[in-house]
């Protein structure tokens, strides 16, 4: 019983941070293919509905750097605003020459880890940012909890 427990308490706070992690940037990885398999005349309902059904900012820039934005004004988005940084990332995406290419950044409204992904469909570019939310404060009342869960697992042995 005492091992259960153990585990249990290892994988939320140990683990879960890890675990989240890997399935947020999954999760912005199988939206990048999508958007990257969609066809350009379809291309602005796909990133509409991306927007929609997901916590993400996207940016669409055509050949000659023009812009139009999805979900620009979302509090955490850095896309379609005057930063020098995000702005290097793009580039750095631009120039690599890859279809598809994520990069890891911080976020330095939030002092918290997010990523952008870029992805080449025709001649324009796609850029998608997604926050890489924190679960610190979630590990914490978990915390809490298994104290609860640990003092009624003893008293039941």
């Known amino acids: 019983m005492i091992t259960l427990v153990l585990f249990l308490w290892l994988f939320q706070t140990i683990f879960l941070s890890v675990f989240y992690e890997r399935y947020q940037i999954k999760t912005i990885n199988n939206i990048a293919l999508e958007i990257y398999n969609t066809s350009s005349s379809d291309l602005d ?15 669409l820039l055509d050949k000659d750097g023009k812009g139009k934005g999805y979900n620009l004004l979302s509090s955490a988005c850095l896309l379609g605003r005057e930063n020098s940084d ?53 590990t914490s009342l978990l915390n809490g909890q298994m104290v609860y869960i640990i003092i009624i697992t003893i008293i039941i042995a």
């Open 45 to 59: 309902t796909t990133l509409t509905n991306i927007v929609y059904n997901n916590n993400v900012c996207i940016e």
């Open 86 to 138: 995000i702005e290097k990332y793009k580039n750095t995406i631009i120039e690599s020459g890859e279809d598809l290419k994520g990069i890891k950044l911080v976020n330095p409204d939030y002092d918290s880890n997010a990523i952008l992904y870029g992805i080449k469909v025709g001649g324009k570019y796609v850029f998608v940012f997604s926050m890489l939310e924190n679960v610190d404060k979630t």
